[in-house]
């Protein structure tokens, strides 16, 4: 009976710990003073199908002021990107996020995203969205390779939270 | 008597754990194309709508995060982040992270 108490307090305890409601960061868009940001991100695992050849290279960028803000201050943003090569299929993203992964046809894949619904390329049991080099969603790329496995050669990056790929090729 | 207790532990621990996602975020409408090129530009609800139309991801930005919002039926919410597009927001819901993917189980939007 002791040992059960304590059990239960013990998973109350583990619970309560990691629980509660998150909330909102503050963002930093009134922030008059100059400031250096230095963001380091998670590199990712790479999956068993990822290539051979992984290597981490580092990107210096500095973002551009934010336009509220009356006084402009330059952000010098230090990340890290993973370069490799990812083999998977595309998928609707929202039956990824359902625990639905399915492969889409061509044409499944162009109704989605005429309906405006994100595609995502699948790899293993992760999920990324995928751009072009020049930085625009290339959900019409991925809706052409649809119904098939092929293979994206990039740079995988952490925006905001998100694994991206920068697609260089497609085969 | 010991069987009901392991399983009121179990329903207690699990019914916490749902309630550990739940979150309340501030933040703003914005394109994913305009995270990725590092701009911090705030949508209208006229381009959020060209955007959308495009096909191009809208997301929800708060603080340094980018999260892609869902209903609770489990579509994109695109569609309702365009209307709510180029005013501060408060999205209630969970917050999930699943294979690399940010995402936001939205309750309501204010």
């Not at chain 1, 695992?45 to 330059?74: D, F, L, M, N, R």
């Amino acid at each position: 009976m002791k040992k059960l108490l304590l059990m239960i307090s013990a998973c109350i305890f583990m619970v309560s710990c990691g629980g509660g409601a998150k909330k909102a960061e503050p963002t930093k868009e009134t922030e008059p003073e100059q400031e250096v940001v230095e963001i380091t991100e998670e590199v990712a695992e790479p999956t068993a199908e990822v290539a051979e050849e992984v290597k981490t290279i580092e990107v210096k960028e500095v973002a551009k002021s934010e336009p509220v803000a009356e006084k402009s201050h330059a952000k010098e943003v230090k990340k890290k990107a993973t370069v490799g090569e990812w083999t998977g299929y595309v998928c609707a993203l929202q039956d990824y996020i359902m625990d639905k992964p399915k492969k889409l046809s061509i044409a499944e894949a162009k109704a989605l995203r005429e309906k405006g619904r994100m595609l995502a390329f699948i790899t293993g049991d992760k999920a990324y969205i995928v751009y072009s080099t020049s930085g625009v969603y290339a959900g019409k790329r991925l809706e052409k390779k649809a119904g098939k496995d092929f293979t994206i050669k990039g740079k995988l990056k952490n925006v905001g939270g998100m694994q991206i790929i920068i697609a260089d090729s497609y085969n | 008597m010991k069987k009901i207790l392991i399983l009121l532990t179990v329903v207690f621990a699990f019914s916490f754990a749902n309630v550990a996602d739940a979150a309340e975020l501030k933040g703003k409408i914005v394109s994913l194309n305009d995270v990725m090129a590092g701009k911090d530009k705030v949508l209208s609800v006229a381009d959020a709508g060209k955007l959308y139309e495009k096909g191009f991801p809208l997301a929800f930005k708060s603080g340094e995060k980018v999260y892609i919002v869902y209903s609770t039926s489990g579509v994109y919410a695109g569609k309702r982040l365009v209307k709510k597009a180029g005013k501060d927001l408060t999205i209630k819901g969970k917050v999930k992270n699943k294979g690399g993917i940010q995402y936001i189980i939205m309750d309501s939007i204010k």
